[in-house]
């Protein structure tokens, strides 16, 4: 009997989840999905130049699981750019995401985001919308690196 699947942490929520080759109607593509910690590991590696050690600990698993997931995410989008698929991004095995939001005014609140289709929440006290409903909690508005970019050296 296996053990079940961990839940992994995922610090970025993409705002664009579908990607179809252009000129193809969508009734004639087949479609790869990616799960959100496809995605995220794709991101870590690809676009935030992390040692996969790094990666694995900010998404909060072994470094041979990160590299099995970015395997799995880069043989997905190789197929899909290759054969001309769709790419959906969508579901996986992570726990729900913690967002803090800003609106215009400076008011500042944390929803718990769960799916791309829950709708982005406007402010509970003005009624505006978020400045960057992408932005994860450990993100601050005025520098773009996450907080989890910090090992923690106090382990022994």
Request: aromatic content about 6%; glycine content about 4%; hydrophobic content about 35%.
């Amino acid at each position: 009997m296996s053990r079940p699947v961990k839940c992994r942490r995922v610090c970025f929520l993409p705002g664009v989840t579908y990607f179809k080759p252009a000129g193809i109607p969508m009734r004639f593509l087949s479609e790869v999905c990616l799960s959100l910690e496809e995605a995220e590991s794709i991101r870590l590696k690809e676009l935030e130049n992390l040692e996969q050690k790094q990666c694995a600990e900010h998404m909060n698993i072994s470094r041979p699981t990160f590299q099995r997931i970015l395997a799995s995410a880069r043989k997905k989008v190789a197929d899909a750019l290759l054969n001309g698929k769709a790419i959906r991004i969508a579901g996986g095995n992570y726990g729900d995401v913690a967002l803090h939001l800003i609106c215009p005014n400076g008011h500042e609140w944390d929803v718990h985001w769960t799916s791309p289709a829950d709708p982005v929440p406007l402010c509970p006290i003005c009624k505006m919308p978020p400045i960057d409903s992408s932005l994860p909690r450990c993100w601050r508005s005025d520098r773009q690196t996450c907080c989890h970019d910090k090992i923690d050296n106090r382990k022994t």
